[in-house]
């Protein structure tokens, strides 16, 4: 079993929609949560710890829910920079990052 | 933020050659870095774990014989991809973390022809 889990997608929406994008974790110890964002052949650049309390940053909604070994991203009016592939990640040990496969997002005009 | 530099961007080599790549943390010292590979359209995949003035970590399934890993000081971590192959092409990323946050070099887009 993958130690993370994600929906490749792809996700096509139009400008001004919501999108949600869930994510499951294999190893219930696992310590940080964790979306991040890559843009086509470049790295991965942070867009939002995901807390227990969920939190939220703008039009980006993040929720952990530890029980369900579950994290999910929302986004809200949806712009056309949103596009790109979304990956969600997980810290199992302490700064050991595994990655879900990336969700795919492509908002069209 | 903090800043990794990862050298060089693209690199074409021939089969059986060996290819270096660098990883540096640029403002910070990191006693542990993380080399990840990405096929094309699929996730970053952790290779190994870098420790600082130790052997590395790998992960189950990575050849530590062919994917040389040296991490002689607190700002710079080396990856060796020995004999590459051209099934050894794929985008190779680094990471050093501060605190619970992961800083990601640029990547090396390698090409094995």
């Known amino acids: 079993r993958k130690e993370v889990e994600q929906d490749p997608g792809p996700f096509n929406v139009p400008e001004g929609a919501t999108v949600a994008f869930n994510c499951t974790y294999s190893n219930s110890a696992s310590q940080s949560f964790f979306w991040y964002r890559q843009d086509c052949r470049k790295e991965p650049k942070l867009l939002m710890s995901?807390?227990?309390s969920g939190n939220e940053d703008g039009r980006f909604t993040a929720q952990l829910n530890r029980a369900s070994q579950y994290i999910s991203l929302l986004i809200r009016d949806s712009k056309l920079s949103d596009s790109a592939t979304y990956l969600c990640?997980?810290?199992?040990?302490?700064?050991?990052?595994?990655f879900g496969t990336g969700t795919s997002l492509t908002v069209i005009p | 933020g903090a800043v990794v530099s990862q050298h060089p961007s693209r690199v074409i080599c021939k089969s059986g050659t060996s290819v270096k790549i660098e990883c540096r943390s640029l403002?910070?010292?990191?006693?542990?870095m993380f080399w990840y590979r990405q096929f094309p359209k699929q996730s970053l995949m952790l290779m190994a774990t870098?420790?600082?003035?130790?052997?590395?970590?790998?992960e189950q399934g990575v050849e530590k014989d062919k994917f040389l890993i040296n991490h002689a000081s607190l700002t710079l971590s080396t990856l060796t991809v020995t004999s590459a192959h051209p099934e050894d092409s794929s985008f190779y990323i680094c990471?050093?973390?501060?605190?619970?946050?992961?800083?990601f070099g640029q990547g090396t887009r390698l090409t094995v022809v």
């Open positions: 995901v807390y227990s």
């Open positions: 870098s420790n600082e003035g130790s052997k590395a970590t790998y």
């Open positions: 990471s050093a973390s501060v605190g619970v946050e992961a800083f």
């Open positions: 990640v997980v810290d199992q040990t302490g700064n050991q990052f595994y």
């Open positions: 403002d910070f010292q990191a006693t542990t």
